[in-house]
């Protein structure tokens, strides 16, 4: 069937504009909306359309505007960044042969809607390739919708699935809703949940109106007194289809490229990749190319998909003794395995996957049971075969994301020595904020190729099928697509990272030896008292109770405190309080930010905070928890990610053991159900002050230095210095000023941020801050070096070698440049420690493997190691972890380790 790709020009160029970063050329000129926009189209290109179309706005008003004076009336001026690129995407658009269209007196949407109607019409196959939710209305068995930028696809059942009512019901719930972006009022109130129930109840907007006498409540208030305005809305939102248009579907062909025009854009606009592969250099990523970031790592240009695969399906003896002998002979060799599910700790093993070289795999089904299925070699048998080879430390071994392979392994019963080279971790420590790292975004940057995707094999939604359905022939194609690419991204990313010597000693050093560490923190989890965390969680509901109480008491009125617009309408029209922050969409804001900013006004914004707190405590932890104690072992398994924070930051989920809050009693009370089981006790081990002691050796200064080699107490001795006067007259207040400048400094704290903390006046909190730099110069001194080093060499180092690039060091954008000095004056300290803490995890896990000493590394949460210890062994326990965690790095002054003990989380602080 012929197809026919109508391109929402417009919405791209915004999407791109607002979501890559300010890149520019040589000149700087921007080029970041141009080059997303491009890449886009690159992609649609590559799938060969027979019928093909860009559409963008044409300036001036269309017929809504004479509809409604108001629609798009309180949209912001677009941004001159933005502006400048539109006539060169054009330009560009038109060199790549292209059809290009701008009809006047209509939006972009009723061009592709005309179209969309009239190819389908005549037998093509439509796709619509935009971000604009309001296309669903055209959804039928001809056309569909895609979105490059986020990958997904709308067919009939898609939008079903994603908005909750059929295409032909969109206009309907469009009207219901508004559109608060092109200022279309809809029923107060009444939000994509609620006009898909009354759709699904009444069945069209017309029934919904002829009933509206019968709504009940405030919704129902709300919607009589929108009825004059529900035609209007619903005209509005429609897409036309009967455009007159000079062009038909069969004439938007796409063209020959105009060569000489694309060399003179990609030249002006610095795709080098791009002008290489137009002058004959190789297929490029879609990601290749792109006008370099400040600061960036440099990276060659993937040559593309020009490798020959062979990929074989081991069936049987004779093809797994090849492979065997292949993987004997090879001095390096990628694995992968395919599962039943993503939990490591409770998937099974369905096959495994095995590389070479570049193109040689293979893929070794285990336990596929799909109807018809071939037999397959017994797991044992595999398994006992490859377990010399994953246990040989003379033999090096690739994997991505090997941890997930490392549990999956260990629970079939193969314990691997380790993975010598992950390529995610190869990524993240070459360039942490480049990319994502994981599999399908690192071919198509570092390898220019276009990975199989798991939908791609076992389907969406309610058709996906387990792994282990999958035919084997399709399984293949997949799994051992996988382990070529983890070894064909080893062989890009390994070179890249030995020319670097500091990021390459935190690889080897730090990032790889830490992966089966955290494998066995994993492993071991912790126990959970299940009884506890249901008392807990009928309490916290008791106090949100209460809150919610109290909140309709100080606002007159029941309303929902989990409603940012009833909220909106309390703080801001009933109460009048002033508006410190505003949405993207320009409305008051109600979010964390803007209730702290409201607390010191009025009681209410802090009742709102203290119920959102305990409402997330509910969510994510007591009710949460007990779902995720796995039946087998009673404990909780969190997984650690390390290729998530830029500044080398454990990361944890299922659960984040990083977000329980610790100062509040509702916190502690949901550490209380961490246990101990009989026998054993809690020791937690917690870094000291660690990031200030981090300051005060980078900034070398010595009043700081004398401090913490004093053994004062660092937030009194900071206010005595910068006030000038004994340690013991320094008042409460005092040392939390202090304490604040401390801390915020770290983190890029202002005067007005410190004024708002301390409720003190702006100029008063920047007299503070002068007379503490005048006190620690080194401290100043240390800012400005950092900062400009930062500007000079496009990234920071922690003092192991971990580099952070800051891509907008140099933005013109002022508040993208802050945000990165801030960040480059941040990293170093913040990444000084997470490097820090897991050289103690590594150095700890050997010496307690070593001794069989009596003790289990439970759960690692920010700067503190936390332990079960079998309880005759506490004492000797606590020396030596603390000790060992002393010993983790050599400062300039001491570290300090502060430990407990107790029969729960909570009581070992």
């Known amino acids: 069937m012929s197809t026919l790709l ?47 179309a860009v559409v963008f706005d044409a300036s001036g008003p269309t017929f809504r505007e004479e509809l ?22 054009h330009a560009l658009v038109r060199a790549l042969g292209l059809p290009l269209l701008r009809i006047e007196g209509v939006e972009a949407d009723d061009v592709i809607g005309t179209l969309a109607r009239q190819g389908a019409a005549a037998g093509l196959q439509v796709t619509i390739s935009t971000s604009d939710k309001d296309f669903a209305q055209l959804v039928d068995d001809r056309i569909g919708l ?36 092109d200022n279309v009022p809809g029923v107060e109130k009444c939000g994509p949940k609620t006009a898909a129930k009354w759709l699904a109840e009444f069945g069209s907007l017309d029934a919904i109106m002829a009933a509206a006498d019968t709504f009940k409540g405030k919704l129902g208030e709300n919607l009589r007194t929108a009825l004059p305005r529900l035609p209007l809305n619903r005209e509005l939102v429609t897409i036309r289809t009967d455009v007159p248009l000079e062009l038909g579907p069969g004439q938007l062909r796409p063209g020959e490229p105009d060569r000489e025009a694309l060399r003179q854009i990609y030249t002006r606009y610095g795709f080098t990749a791009a002008l290489r592969e137009l002058d004959g250099g190789g297929a490029v990523s879609e990601t290749a190319g792109a006008p370099a970031a400040t600061g960036a790592a440099a990276v060659p240009t993937p040559a593309g998909d020009s490798i020959e695969r062979h990929y074989d ?22 694995f992968d395995t395919e599962t039943t599910g993503l939990d490591p700790q409770r998937a099974t093993l369905v096959g495994l996957s095995l590389a070479v070289a570049p193109g040689i795999a293979c893929y070794v089904p285990l336990a596929h049971d799909g109807p018809g299925v071939a037999p397959q070699l017994p797991a044992a048998k595999v398994l006992a075969d490859l377990a010399p080879l994953l246990a040989d430390p003379m033999k090096k071994r690739v994997a991505q994301n090997g941890k997930y392979d490392l549990h999956i392994l260990r629970r079939a019963g193969i314990e691997v020595a380790d993975v010598t080279f992950d390529t995610m971790l190869e990524s993240y420590v070459f360039n942490a904020t480049a990319t994502r790292h994981d599999m399908d975004s690192l071919a198509a940057r570092y390898l220019g190729v276009t990975t199989i995707k798991y939908d791609d094999v076992t389907g969406k939604g309610s058709k996906r099928i387990g792994f282990s359905q999958v035919d084997l022939g399709t399984a293949t194609r997949y799994a051992a697509e996988d382990a070529d690419v983890t070894l064909r991204l080893h062989q890009v990313l390994w070179p890249l990272l030995q020319d670097e010597p500091g990021p390459r000693d935190v690889f080897t050093r730090i990032e790889m030896p830490l992966v089966p560490v955290l494998g066995r923190v994993e492993a071991n989890g912790v126990l959970i008292d299940r009884d506890m965390l249901v008392e807990q969680g009928r309490h916290l509901r008791q106090r949100m109770l209460e809150l919610e109480q109290q909140a309709h008491a100080m606002a007159g ?51 709102i905070l203290d119920y959102r707190s305990l409402a997330k405590l509910v969510s994510t932890y007591t009710d949460k928890l007990i779902e995720q104690i796995n039946p087998d072992t009673g404990r909780v398994h969190t997984c650690y990610h390390q290729a998530v924070a830029a500044t080398g930051r454990l990361s944890s989920s299922d659960p984040n053991l990083q977000n329980i809050p610790v100062r509040s ?27 200030l002691r981090i300051m005060a050796h980078l900034s070398d200064d010595e009043g700081l230095l004398a401090a913490f080699r004093s053994g004062l107490d660092i937030h009194r001795a900071t206010a005595a210095e910068v006030l000038g006067k004994p340690l013991d007259e320094v008042s409460a207040n005092e040392r939390r000023a202090a304490k604040a400048v401390n801390f915020g400094l770290i ?57 952070l690039y800051l891509n907008d060091i140099r933005a013109r954008n002022a508040n993208l440049r802050q945000a990165a000095e801030r960040a480059a004056i941040n990293a170093p300290m913040q990444g000084t420690a997470a490097d820090i803490i897991k050289r103690a995890m590594i150095d700890l896990d050997a010496c307690v493997r070593r001794r069989e000493f009596p003790a289990k590394m439970i759960m690692q949460v920010h700067d503190e190691l936390v332990f079960e210890v079998r309880e005759d062994a506490l004492e ?29 989380w909570d009581q070992a602080h």
């Open 146 to 181: 895609v979105n490059t930028m986020s990958g997904s696809a709308l067919d009939r059942d898609g939008v079903i699935g994603k908005f909750g009512v059929p295409p032909e019901r969109i206009i309907d719930y469009l009207a219901l809703m508004g559109d608060s972006i």
């Open 557 to 607: 009125r029941a309303f929902s405190l989990d409603s940012p617009k009833q909220l909106q309408a309390i703080l801001y029209q009933e109460l009048g309080l002033p508006v410190a922050f505003k949405t993207a969409t320009g409305q008051p804001s109600t979010n964390e930010e803007a209730l702290d900013a409201l607390a010191d006004q009025h009681p209410l914004p802090r009742v």
């Open 68 to 89: 409604d004076p108001q629609y798009k009336a309180n949209r912001p001026p677009m941004p001159d960044d933005l502006r400048v690129q539109i006539e060169p995407l």
């Open 6 to 52: 109508l391109i929402d020009g417009s919405s791209y160029l915004f999407r791109a504009f607002h979501a890559l970063p300010p890149l520019t050329n040589r000149e700087g000129e921007p080029t970041g909306a141009l080059f997303g926009v491009f890449n886009m189209l690159r992609k649609h290109l590559a799938d060969r359309p027979d019928h093909v």
């Open 876 to 904: 000797e326990a606590r020396a030596l972890i603390t000790e060992r965690m002393c010993a983790a790095a050599e400062l300039k002054i001491p570290l300090v380790v502060d430990a407990g003990i107790g029969d729960n």
């Open 665 to 691: 009693e509702e916190g502690r009370r949901i550490r209380q159900a961490f246990i101990a089981p009989p026998g054993w006790k809690i020791l937690a081990a917690d870094y000291s002050q660690i990031e």
């Open 313 to 334: 399906l081991v069936l049987d003896e004779a093809t797994w003794a090849g492979w065997l002998q292949r993987l004997r002979d090879a001095d390096c060799f990628a």
């Open 747 to 803: 983190y890029g704290m202002g005067a007005f941020g410190l004024a708002r903390q301390l409720g003190i006046d702006r100029g008063e909190a920047q007299h503070y801050i002068d007379r503490y730099f005048a006190r620690y110069p080194g401290v100043r001194a240390f800012m400005e070096s950092t900062r400009e080093q930062a500007r000079e060499r496009g990234h920071v180092e922690t003092v192991f070698g971990r580099r």
